[in-house]
């Protein structure tokens, strides 16, 4: 024998069925759609956090290059028309050098004032006949020409003709008295070249080295050299510079920037250009014109480099690195164009350190996930109460259907025969008190029948409109089987069927609703009788076991296969439908027992064989 507890409903396989379906088609496919969306938003994080990080430091860039923008606008505006102040202004770094629009351009040949002088001529005349007058003559001009560019010259002559005489000693004497402190200190000559600057480079090539003098003379050249308040022409001044460097190792701080100044006259023009870092015709070298249009800063491309990137540095970091590369330079990540006043540079940054744009990646991928799973959750919530009232209301239809086919099945047969019944006793003529007695037996045991059925509809209307409603009280084990046998006495009484009732005296009181206990072993009784061919041997039992007062019917019938153990339970179920046709019944039964009995907080267990007979038991526990 097997056991089988409940239940479900009759009918429900297809809504369930249904509501399966409705699971897969309106949750399942949302839900995977959902996997999908995030799966995807996911994959693209990466890409997202990293253009968004890219955005950020775009933002960085722009700021970059307004700082660079604003730093040249500045540059151009602090730079000094004065060529006195190219040392001052190279020192200071604003510029690697400097050329001035006008003053750099060389000037045009004056005309030689000394050309249709007689003593000058006559001068000239001596020297070129090697005469040892010559120096004397040239001396005299010096000494009476207020001119310091006439007096120069005549002393340069001077010191030309003492020399092509032989006499070193009486030249550098002559440089002495007219080039370091005289009147022709300050001469110039025909091209505009202070005369004293080279006849003191001169005097320093005469001189030997361990001289006295010497160190003294190297230090006055120096420092005029070094002096650009003297109208020292740039070109006469980088020749004198670099003679002095090979000369005495001078170091001169502006040679340099005189180089490239003298570079870019070689090649390029003194003329102002466009605002802003432009391309000058030396390579590697750029201009700034200043705002005033007359100066030209010349920055050499490490020069520009540098001063941008006392910008970058500050706002690299080591996760991220700006740089910033000249025109026709490929930078390396993204780049930005520097801004009107940079034309072509560009700045540009790479990522060194990709955890941050990984961090980021995961942050939001933990967000679109819980995101996700909330609208999963949702759509599951909501899938799962449409489902519900989807099978509700199938369950609802399904048993309007069954209620309906029963009611009509069960009350045709009872009233059909008690009304052929009835119709034969009105058709004899005379009554035979026998025969109506028997027929009135018959018709009272139809009534019987009916009134059970409609119990049992009405309490299964109650239970599914939730409206049963339980008395528990104190209730004597031996009273229910007592009631529930002697409603049923009549039918038990039949000649064929031999009932036994065995109540264990003393059971302890239950808590349950006894009319309630009443219809839960009717059912069972009638069951027992219904489903128990000739020979019916049903027995009624009441006992306790192990704080539990259990009922068993029991009968020796047709049984009932072990896989109909949980189906018999369910609402409309019927194994054999043929069979309860002659029988009656509507598969409602078992339904209430279980019903009932699991509202008593308990099961009923079913231990049954096809044509083995049937035991059913409802536990039930004591009342404390
Ligand atoms: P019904 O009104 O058809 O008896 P029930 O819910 O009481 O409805 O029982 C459901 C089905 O279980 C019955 O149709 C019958 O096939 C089977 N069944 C119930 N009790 C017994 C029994 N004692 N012996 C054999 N079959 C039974």
């Given at each position: 024998m097997q056991?089988?507890?409940?239940?479900?409903?009759?009918?429900?396989?297809?809504?369930?069925?249904?509501?399966?379906?409705?699971?897969?088609?309106?949750?399942?496919?949302?839900?995977?759609?959902?996997?999908?969306?995030?799966?995807?938003?996911?994959?693209?994080?990466?890409?997202?956090?990293?253009?968004?990080?890219?955005?950020?430091?775009?933002?960085?860039?722009?700021?970059?290059?307004?700082?660079?923008?604003?730093?040249?606008?500045?540059?151009?505006?602090?730079?000094?028309?004065?060529?006195?102040?190219?040392?001052?202004?190279?020192?200071?770094?604003?510029?690697?050098?400097?050329?001035?629009?006008?003053?750099?351009?060389?000037?045009?040949?004056?005309?030689d004032p000394l050309s249709d002088r007689a003593d000058w001529r006559s001068a000239e005349a001596l020297e070129s006949r090697n005469a040892s007058a010559a120096p004397a003559a040239y001396a005299a001009i010096a000494k009476a020409d207020s001119d310091p560019s006439v007096a120069a010259r005549a002393a340069q002559a001077q010191v030309r003709s003492l020399l092509r005489a032989g006499q070193k000693a009486d030249a550098l004497q002559a440089i002495r008295e007219n080039f370091v402190t005289g009147r022709a200190a300050k001469g110039t000559d025909l091209q505009g070249r202070l005369i004293a600057a080279d006849e003191r480079m001169l005097a320093l090539q005469l001189m030997n080295a361990r001289d006295r003098p010497y160190t003294a003379a190297v230090e006055h050249l120096s420092s005029l050299l070094n002096d650009y308040h003297a109208a020292i022409p740039p070109a006469q001044r980088l020749f004198l510079m670099g003679q002095l460097r090979t000369l005495a190792h001078v170091d001169f701080p502006t040679y340099e920037a005189e180089r490239l100044r003298a570079q870019f006259l070689e090649v390029d023009s003194a003329q102002p250009g466009e605002p802003g870092i432009q391309a000058s015709r030396v390579p590697g070298v750029w201009k700034l014109t200043a705002k005033t249009g007359r100066v030209i800063a010349l920055y050499r491309?490490?020069?520009?480099?540098?001063?941008?990137?006392?910008?970058?540095?500050?706002?690299?970091?080591?996760?991220?690195?700006?740089?910033?590369?000249?025109?026709?330079?490929?930078?390396?990540?993204?780049?930005?164009?520097?801004?009107?006043?940079?034309?072509?540079?560009?700045?540009?940054?790479?990522?060194?350190?990709?955890?941050?744009?990984?961090?980021?990646?995961?942050?939001?991928?933990?967000?679109?996930?819980?995101?996700?799973?909330?609208?999963?959750?949702?759509?599951?919530?909501?899938?799962?109460?449409?489902?519900?009232?989807?099978?509700?209301?199938?369950?609802?239809?399904?048993?309007?259907?069954?209620?309906?086919?029963?009611?009509?099945?069960?009350?045709?047969?009872?009233?059909?025969?008690?009304?052929?019944?009835?119709?034969?006793?009105?058709?004899?003529?005379?009554?035979?008190?026998?025969?109506?007695?028997?027929?009135?037996?018959?018709?009272?045991?139809?009534?019987?029948?009916?009134?059970?059925?409609?119990?049992?509809?009405?309490?299964?209307?109650?239970?599914?409109?939730?409206?049963?409603?339980?008395?528990?009280?104190?209730?004597?084990?031996?009273?229910?089987?007592?009631?529930?046998?002697?409603?049923?006495?009549?039918?038990?009484?039949?000649?064929?069927?031999?009932?036994?009732?065995?109540?264990?005296?003393?059971?302890?009181?239950?808590?349950?609703?006894?009319?309630?206990?009443?219809?839960?072993?009717?059912?069972?009784?009638?069951?027992?009788?219904?489903?128990?061919?000739?020979?019916?041997?049903?027995?009624?039992?009441?006992?306790?076991?192990?704080?539990?007062?259990?009922?068993?019917?029991?009968?020796?019938?047709i049984g009932i296969p072990a896989r109909e153990h949980k189906r018999i339970f369910r609402r409309f179920y019927q194994i054999d439908r043929r069979l309860t046709r002659e029988t009656g019944g509507c598969g409602l039964g078992l339904s209430i027992v279980d019903f009932i009995v699991r509202a008593h907080g308990s099961e009923v267990r079913v231990q049954s064989e096809a044509g083995a007979g049937s035991a059913f038991q409802v536990l039930l526990p004591c009342a404390s």
């Amino acid at each position: 024998m097997q056991f089988g507890t409940r239940l479900g409903s009759a009918g429900q396989d297809r809504s369930t069925w249904m509501a399966v379906l409705f699971l897969v088609v309106a949750v399942l496919a949302p839900t995977a759609c959902v996997f999908w969306f995030m799966n995807d938003a996911a994959r693209n994080q990466a890409d997202a956090a990293r253009m968004s990080l890219t955005e950020a430091y775009r933002g960085q860039m722009r700021f970059l290059r307004d700082n660079l923008e604003s730093f040249w606008q500045k540059r151009a505006a602090d730079l000094s028309d004065s060529p006195v102040d190219f040392r001052k202004m190279v020192m200071a770094g604003l510029a690697d050098s400097v050329v001035y629009v006008n003053s750099d351009v060389p000037p045009a040949l004056a005309a030689d004032p000394l050309s249709d002088r007689a003593d000058w001529r006559s001068a000239e005349a001596l020297e070129s006949r090697n005469a040892s007058a010559a120096p004397a003559a040239y001396a005299a001009i010096a000494k009476a020409d207020s001119d310091p560019s006439v007096a120069a010259r005549a002393a340069q002559a001077q010191v030309r003709s003492l020399l092509r005489a032989g006499q070193k000693a009486d030249a550098l004497q002559a440089i002495r008295e007219n080039f370091v402190t005289g009147r022709a200190a300050k001469g110039t000559d025909l091209q505009g070249r202070l005369i004293a600057a080279d006849e003191r480079m001169l005097a320093l090539q005469l001189m030997n080295a361990r001289d006295r003098p010497y160190t003294a003379a190297v230090e006055h050249l120096s420092s005029l050299l070094n002096d650009y308040h003297a109208a020292i022409p740039p070109a006469q001044r980088l020749f004198l510079m670099g003679q002095l460097r090979t000369l005495a190792h001078v170091d001169f701080p502006t040679y340099e920037a005189e180089r490239l100044r003298a570079q870019f006259l070689e090649v390029d023009s003194a003329q102002p250009g466009e605002p802003g870092i432009q391309a000058s015709r030396v390579p590697g070298v750029w201009k700034l014109t200043a705002k005033t249009g007359r100066v030209i800063a010349l920055y050499r491309t490490e020069t520009v480099l540098a001063s941008a990137r006392s910008f970058l540095d500050r706002q690299n970091s080591s996760s991220v690195r700006f740089a910033i590369t000249p025109p026709g330079s490929a930078g390396a990540g993204e780049s930005f164009s520097a801004g009107p006043l940079l034309p072509g540079w560009q700045i540009s940054f790479s990522l060194l350190d990709t955890k941050a744009v990984d961090d980021l990646a995961r942050q939001r991928t933990v967000s679109y996930f819980w995101v996700g799973y909330l609208v999963i959750a949702a759509i599951a919530v909501t899938g799962l109460m449409v489902g519900q009232s989807f099978r509700r209301q199938a369950r609802l239809a399904h048993l309007k259907t069954d209620l309906v086919a029963a009611v009509s099945h069960e009350l045709k047969t009872p009233l059909a025969s008690m009304r052929v019944l009835v119709d034969s006793l009105l058709e004899d003529a005379e009554f035979n008190p026998r025969k109506t007695r028997e027929y009135l037996e018959l018709i009272a045991g139809e009534n019987t029948r009916l009134t059970r059925l409609m119990e049992n509809f009405l309490t299964f209307s109650r239970i599914e409109r939730n409206r049963q409603r339980f008395a528990f009280a104190e209730t004597k084990p031996a009273d229910v089987v007592q009631a529930a046998v002697n409603a049923m006495r009549d039918r038990l009484q039949a000649p064929d069927c031999h009932l036994r009732v065995d109540v264990t005296p003393e059971l302890p009181v239950l808590n349950a609703d006894q009319d309630a206990l009443v219809t839960v072993l009717l059912n069972l009784l009638d069951n027992a009788f219904k489903y128990t061919r000739e020979d019916k041997r049903i027995s009624i039992h009441a006992y306790s076991q192990d704080g539990h007062v259990v009922f068993a019917v029991e009968d020796n019938g047709i049984g009932i296969p072990a896989r109909e153990h949980k189906r018999i339970f369910r609402r409309f179920y019927q194994i054999d439908r043929r069979l309860t046709r002659e029988t009656g019944g509507c598969g409602l039964g078992l339904s209430i027992v279980d019903f009932i009995v699991r509202a008593h907080g308990s099961e009923v267990r079913v231990q049954s064989e096809a044509g083995a007979g049937s035991a059913f038991q409802v536990l039930l526990p004591c009342a404390s």
